[in-house]
């Protein structure tokens, strides 16, 4: 069952046992004691008692005239009259404030209840005798007695029904609801009893009608008792208001005590520096943090002003700032400053200064919060430069040099005479150093150059590693050009002398390219762009030299860049052709074999020479694609031819590698995978290589090419003579012959002289065990001489031009091909062995 159906049973109860009891007081109502003035006392009860109340001063409860009237008619007239009085009365005092109607007949029931109780304990206690209840002779003490049982019993019983009600309402506990609501109540009923006790002795002296004429004056003094108790009322509330207020004064005292104490110990024990200081700067007072920040006491503080250990370039916005404080622009100010140590040392500073009252003069007091940011300064300035300089050389890295690139830039465009170049700096050859020497000596080596570059330039100059072996300065201010370009000749200079690295001699050069901004030069990626093209050419040129850039430059490399692009899809789309040229022998005439030659037909520019696109092609990395597709190519289509002409003489092809294709780790193997794949047979495959080859990759390609010369190739050295020639790499590598170069055959006058360094690489060739090719054969006296000198094999325009490869099958084919022509020929016992 929930609370709120029990509290309607509860409701139901006490309303039906409240009209029983005023039914039954109805039923055994002395009608014969009724006179006019009982009604005149009933009305007055209802209509006027109840509304008349007066608050018991500290107290919840309110005396009403009302009780005074239902315990007067109790003792007057008897229990039947005040219990059907005190029902009404309920009523009619409830309707004026309760909403529901059900709790106005529940209000009534209550006290015509509680009042028929009241009757109840009075008899069975014997005082309900008339003459007890109003006191007559020696009854006085019962009197009383029955007075104090009226309102006890009354208190009980009345709170009590109220309680239940409300405790079934509010799921309160019963006592918890008296306690808390009902039992102020106690001294309303106790005064009412009193007073019906005070009027039934004036009746028994005077008469009910006496009584009935002293209710006005009973009212006015209880409206007099009533102005009485609310004075003291507010002479109690003031007084509470007093103590309250004082309680509140010594509260707040003890507070300020407790806070100006904590202030001082919040103030000297602060873990940052605080101080007191005077609008001139002077230290006023200062906590021990600060004393240890800068390093003096407290007495050598207040010996002097902030001025004086501040840094003089932080003072200026100081003062502005102090100022604005003071005249309430602003309310803080928190910056960062530098103070002199006491040791010397500078201390970096977080700064807040504020204001505050002097109660003691009409001057301002500064408050400064000073808090140590040295170690935060020196990470901030550590990272800035780990973010803004290469690691290992300590130079600028390229973040910082474009930056003040950039603003060398805006300075020139604001100051037409303001100048600004850049100098591009590349190594020549530094990977060299790394793949001989190891990373540990080229590292070593970077730092000896940044070292040198540093003491070629001018102070207001700045040099930067960009990355690897790249190095850039940047020239601004108010100069010429030959100063520019004596920093480039002074760099060259340094270079000449060679490093002495962890015991190794190393000598370095390095091409740099020059640029002089122009007006074009508008951001510092064009200055860069355009040092880069120099530094380019530069090394195009020769290496360890230096260019300046001029607009033709740029239109080259916008040339070279528009190659590349051709490149690229001339390799993918197997636009690159192969011609072939005989190569004959010298002592029998017959045709040795053939040389697979590069040609490119571009469809806008016509013919390519190899010089151009087959570096090109190395620089941007196509030279493996483009090397196995030439290679494929020839041997697929050499291979038909020779197969075919199987019944004659052994014939070869020879084939030119790159050295950038020794650096692909695979090439032995994709080379073996493209003679199985196309048939060519190995020993009839010549691979050409320069001599450049052994210094860029050493004893990987010394072994790259024994594994070839395992699978039965021959190796030849290409160009020998005008390369680096390194003769102990000839006794080290399985090579099979010497390519004489075609600037070494020119020469070869008509009469047969300038031969000296033919001969040489004949002799060379000869005490080696090797055989010789000489290439570019022009001229029957150039082929005489080098037949008188014995040398091997020749090719050349006058015995046969390259040819695709139609041409070169049907040459071949043809048989008055396959041998030297006579009429090259004067020597008529070579005529003769020719024939």
């Given at each position: 069952m929930t609370s709120q159906n029990s509290n309607k049973i509860y409701m139901a109860v006490v309303i039906i046992a409240g009209l029983i009891s005023m039914l039954g007081a109805l039923v055994y109502m002395p009608v014969e004691r009724l006179d006019i003035y009982v009604l005149m006392l009933a009305c007055i009860a209802i209509a006027v008692g109840s509304r008349v109340t007066a608050q018991i001063p500290s107290?919840?409860?309110?005396?009403?005239?009302?009780?005074?009237?239902?315990?007067?008619a109790l003792l007057t007239i008897g229990g039947e009259f005040a219990i059907i009085l005190a029902g009404f009365e309920a009523f009619f005092s409830s309707w004026r404030f309760c909403n529901k109607k059900v709790t106005v007949f529940f209000n009534a029931a209550a006290m015509a209840l509680s009042t028929a109780i009241v009757v109840f304990v009075l008899k069975v206690s014997g005082l309900y005798a008339a003459s007890q209840l109003h006191g007559y002779g020696p009854n006085a003490q019962n009197f009383i007695i029955a007075l104090s049982v009226i309102a006890l019993t009354q208190f009980i019983v009345n709170t009590a029904l109220c309680s239940f009600y409300d405790s079934l309402k509010s799921d309160v506990a019963l006592w918890e609801t008296w306690k808390s609501k009902y039992i102020w109540t106690f001294l309303t009923y106790f005064v009412g009893a009193a007073n019906a006790g005070v009027l039934v002795r004036l009746s028994g002296t005077f008469g009910f009608r006496v009584v009935l004429l002293t209710i006005p004056v009973i009212f006015l003094l209880f409206l007099t008792y009533r102005m009485y108790l609310k004075n003291v009322e507010i002479s109690m509330r003031q007084a509470e208001q007093a103590n309250e207020y004082a309680k509140v004064l010594e509260k707040q005292s003890g507070a300020l005590r407790e806070s100006e104490q904590r202030f001082r110990s919040a103030f000297s024990y602060a873990p940052i520096g605080i101080a007191l200081v005077s609008q001139e700067g002077k230290w006023l007072k200062v906590n021990h943090a600060l004393s240890d920040?800068?390093?003096y006491t407290a007495e050598e503080f207040l010996a002097t002003d902030f001025q004086a250990i501040i840094f003089p370039e932080d003072l200026g916005v100081s003062l502005v700032k102090i100022h604005e404080v003071?005249?309430?622009?602003?309310?803080?100010?928190?910056?960062?400053?530098?103070?002199?140590?006491?040791?010397?040392r500078t201390v970096w500073t977080s700064w807040s200064v504020s204001s505050a009252d002097n109660d003691r003069s009409d001057s301002l007091i500064l408050i400064f919060q000073i808090q140590d940011i040295t170690d935060k300064k020196l990470f901030?300035?550590?990272?800035?430069?780990?973010?803004?300089?290469?690691?290992?050389?300590?130079?600028?890295?390229?973040?910082?040099?474009?930056?003040?690139l950039a603003s060398a830039l805006q300075k020139a465009k604001i100051n037409p005479k303001y100048r600004v170049s850049v100098l591009f700096i590349d190594l020549d050859r530094f990977k060299n150093v790394n793949d001989s020497l190891g990373h540990f000596v080229g590292d070593q080596l970077l730092i000896a150059i940044a070292d040198r570059l540093r003491e070629c330039m001018r102070?207001?100059?700045?040099?930067?590693?960009?990355?690897?072996?790249?190095?850039?300065i940047l020239v601004e201010g108010r100069n010429y050009q030959e100063e520019v370009t004596s920093i480039a000749e002074r760099i060259q200079n340094k270079f000449n002398t060679p490093f002495n690295i962890s015991g190794h001699e190393v000598y370095s050069s390095a091409s740099i390219g020059i640029l002089l901004a122009s007006e074009r030069h508008r951001t510092s990626e064009d200055m860069m762009r355009d040092a880069d093209t120099a530094m380019y050419h530069a090394k195009r040129a020769g290496k360890a030299r230096h260019e300046v850039f001029d607009e033709n430059m740029h239109f080259a490399v916008k040339q070279t860049l528009q190659l590349e692009t051709d490149l690229r899809k001339a390799v993918d789309n197997e636009e690159i052709s192969v011609f072939y040229q005989p190569v004959f022998s010298l002592a029998t005439g017959k045709i040795k074999g053939v040389e697979a030659l590069m040609r490119w037909s571009h469809p806008d520019r016509g013919e390519i020479s190899p010089d151009k696109f087959i570096p090109l092609a190395e620089e941007i990395g196509l030279i493996d694609t483009l090397g196995e597709s030439i290679l494929r190519k020839a041997c697929l289509q050499m291979g038909s031819v020779y197969e075919a002409l199987s019944s004659r003489s052994r014939l070869t092809l020879s084939v030119n590698l790159s050295c950038k294709q020794f650096g692909q780790p695979t090439l032995v193997q994709n080379i073996k995978n493209i003679l199985k794949e196309t048939g060519f047979r190995p020993n009839r495959l010549k691979l050409e290589i320069t001599e450049s080859v052994f210094f860029e990759y050493q004893e990987k390609a010394i072994q790259m090419l024994h594994d070839l010369r395992d699978l039965g190739i021959e190796l030849d050295i290409d160009d020998f003579g005008t390369g680096y020639s390194n003769l102990s790499y000839l006794v080290r590598l399985p090579i099979s012959t010497l390519k004489i170069d075609r600037s070494f055959i020119s020469p070869i006058s008509d009469d047969g002289t300038n031969t000296e360094i033919v001969k040489t690489i004949l002799d060379l060739a000869g005490n080696l065990g090797l055989k010789t090719i000489a290439e570019g054969i022009e001229t029957t006296t150039q082929l005489n001489t080098l037949?008188?000198?014995?040398c091997e094999y020749g090719q050349g325009f006058l015995l046969a031009k390259p040819m695709n490869f139609e041409d070169v099958r049907e040459f071949m084919f043809d048989e008055e091909n396959m041998s030297i022509p006579k009429a090259y020929i004067k020597d008529v016992s070579i005529v003769s062995t020719l024939q």
């Open positions: 107290f919840k409860s309110h005396i009403a005239v009302s009780d005074t009237f239902i315990f007067l920040i800068l390093g003071r005249s309430g622009k602003i309310a803080n100010w928190q910056m960062e400053q530098r103070y002199l140590h006491k040791s010397g901030e300035e550590k990272l800035q430069h780990e973010a803004t300089h290469d690691a290992l050389t300590g130079l600028p890295n390229r973040s910082y040099f474009m930056t003040r102070p207001p100059d700045i040099v930067a590693r960009l990355g690897g072996d790249e190095f850039t037949k008188k000198l014995k």
